[in-house]
């Protein structure tokens, strides 16, 4: 089973920034948050991915708490391309299989 | 650098057929993950290869089975096809140096959509 929790659906205005979060309440010390995207019929994106500090890169940005059980994932200027779902995702170090849950189906509306 | 690529990307088989996709991983990659996503149970992992070996396996029955081979291509066999293997069949290719986290990150195909009439 999924070790996340993430809302089912959000809409986000084109232009504004897309705050997704999830919570992970029982994440342990070596497990580490990834973040992929699946635009319809897709095969899902990978966006980013962290363990205790924030990351940020071309796609994205990772803001994990200090307690590390929740994090939010941004997208600084959404656009309509942006319209998938959302998956964050708890992984353990190593090549380990990915655990999808339901992820966040997010809307960008123009 | 060209992604993964799966082949095909589409294919219609009848029940009681067998099936085989096909995987490309990313130029260097050594490790090859095969996911199944259906509409009712999501995306699930079916099995992981690397160096030819099987290192993971999800939970399905042994009627999907796959290989690697020497230049890290991969299939993936079905056999004795049923009406609920129709799915979309991911493969992702990862780097695995074991140096760096980043180098674990799985990269995904477009899939093969496998309809089973």
């Known amino acids: 089973d999924a070790k996340t929790t993430q809302p089912t659906s959000m809409d986000c205005a084109e232009g504004r920034a897309a705050n997704l979060p999830c919570n992970h309440s029982?994440?342990?010390?070596?497990?580490?948050v990834y973040w992929y995207r699946q635009i319809h019929s897709q095969g899902p994106q990978y966006i980013i991915h962290?363990?205790?500090n924030n990351e940020t890169n071309e796609m994205a940005s990772l803001i994990i708490t200090e307690d590390r059980k929740s994090s939010t994932l941004i997208l600084p200027h959404a656009t309509l391309r942006d319209t998938a779902v959302y998956y964050c995702?708890?992984?353990?170090?190593?090549?380990?299989?990915?655990?999808f849950g339901k992820g966040t189906r997010l809307s960008v509306i123009a | 650098k060209a992604g993964v690529t799966q082949t095909p990307r589409y294919l219609i088989k009848t029940r009681g057929q067998q099936v085989t996709l096909s995987c490309s991983p990313i130029?260097?990659?050594?490790?090859v993950s095969w996911y199944q996503q259906t509409p009712g149970q999501g995306l699930q992992f079916l099995f992981e290869?690397?160096?030819?070996?099987?290192?993971n396996k999800g939970n399905f029955p042994g009627r999907f089975s796959g290989r690697q081979f020497s230049n890290s291509r991969s299939e993936m066999n079905v056999s004795t096809l049923e009406l609920g293997d129709s799915a979309l069949y991911l493969c992702?290719?990862?780097?695995?140096?074991?140096?760096?986290?980043?180098?674990?990150?799985?990269?995904f195909g477009p899939g093969t959509r496998l309809t089973v009439l």
């Open positions: 992702a290719s990862s780097l695995v140096t074991g140096g760096s986290r980043a180098t674990d990150t799985q990269y």
């Open positions: 029982t994440i342990s010390g070596n497990e580490y």
């Open positions: 962290g363990l205790k």
């Open positions: 995702i708890v992984r353990v170090e190593g090549n380990t299989p990915l655990v």
């Open positions: 130029s260097g990659h050594r490790s």
């Open positions: 290869y690397f160096s030819e070996t099987q290192r």
